[in-house]
């Protein structure tokens, strides 16, 4: 057996993340096992809960390393838990994969850390050259997770990029996660008439902002990123979630064959859920993991890692991952 971890926020405010993530590893790991594993070793995850608390992130890194005996971790489904965890993983040289961590300081942790999705440099710039070019945002508002390390991170990013376009932020406000009532900010918005509001945060509180934006009369277009890509978005958000655009690392409608393989047999295992992209980049984490394996020969750390940073050109659900 090759036994490996994974922990993520499987309960808590952000479960959807959580929940989509072990599926995409989960549905992995079956067909890697159903194909003779690899050397005739077969996969065994070790699933953890961390609730969405940083803490227990960096408590259950030690967990699998010390008592589960891990090879390497797929874990951390917002960047706040991957950057909690990561320095445990480092000191003990096992490696740790974020399937969706965006925030470019989880990496920077050592050279046993990595990701298998975009960061949010790049998303923050696209989604400003998206507000600038194609629905001709002269400016913008920004309502941002105060406490969060990646709200903040895109925050800065879409400003900087927003105002090299040639775009004025007309506001800049934030809240905490868990807030309800975001009317105060939202009315200030008002006020200043962006043309677009960014809202770089989770998916729940985002159905309530975008709620409440409708009901003050905002109706111009929401902008946000991946942090809004869950099936839980549209079941809180209804209608006031029409007129909104996000960047997301993958879409389960695009019509590749790579895509709507995955697609297919992601739906078929999980009763009809349409993979998001935090089961696509979760599913490529594993995959990844198995190839680099493959090539080391062995599961030892310093070679795994190794493999793991010589992954070239690997054809993943969400892209070609380097």
């Known amino acids: 057996m090759i036994t490996i971890g994974y922990f993520g926020d499987l309960s808590g405010p952000t479960f959807n993340f959580g929940q989509s993530a072990i599926n995409g590893v989960l549905l ?6 159903l194909a003779g594993g690899i050397n005739g070793r077969k996969f065994d995850v070790v699933i953890d809960d961390d609730k969405g608390s940083p803490e227990e992130a960096a408590r ?13 971790i797929i874990a951390g489904g917002t960047s706040g838990n991957s950057r909690a965890a990561a320095p445990k993983a480092q000191a003990e040289k096992i490696p740790l ?6 925030d470019p300081a ?18 923050g710039e696209v989604m400003a050259r998206f507000a600038v070019n194609t629905l001709k945002a002269k400016k913008a508002a ?23 376009l040639g775009g004025q932020i007309v506001g800049k406000l934030s809240y905490t996660q868990g807030d309800v009532d975001f009317k105060g900010q939202l009315s200030q918005f008002a006020a200043s008439a962006p043309d677009v509001i960014y809202i770089p945060g989770y998916y729940g509180d985002v159905a309530v902002i975008a709620k409440q934006a409708r009901m003050l009369g905002l109706n111009q277009p929401l902008l946000g990123a991946d942090g809004w890509d869950a099936p839980e978005l ?18 389960a409608d695009e019509p590749s064959p790579a895509i709507q393989k995955f697609a297919h047999e992601y739906s078929l295992r999980y009763g009809n859920l349409t993979p998001d992209a935090h089961a696509a980049l979760a599913y490529d984490a594993m995959r990844v993991l198995a190839d680099a394996i493959t090539r080391a020969g062995t599961t ?15 054809q993943g659900v969400t892209g070609v991952i380097s």
Request: hydrophobic share 40%; proline share 2%; with cysteine.
């Open 300 to 314: 030892e750390s310093a070679k795994l890692r190794d493999a793991l940073a010589q992954t070239k050109d690997f």
């Open 28 to 33: 992995a790991v079956d067909q890697i096992n």
């Open 106 to 123: 989880v990496t920077q942790v050592g050279d046993y850390i990595f990701r298998a999705c975009f960061v949010d440099a790049f998303q």
């Open 97 to 102: 994969i974020a399937p969706s961590s965006t």
């Open 60 to 72: 259950l890194t030690g967990k699998l390393i010390d008592q589960n005996k891990v090879v390497a």
């Open 234 to 251: 549209w079941q809180l958000g209804g209608d006031a979630l029409n007129n909104t655009y996000i960047t997301t690392h993958y879409s």
């Open 142 to 164: 920004i309502l941002f997770d105060f406490n969060s390390p990646y709200g903040r991170g895109l925050t800065d990013y879409f400003e900087l990029s927003f105002s090299k």
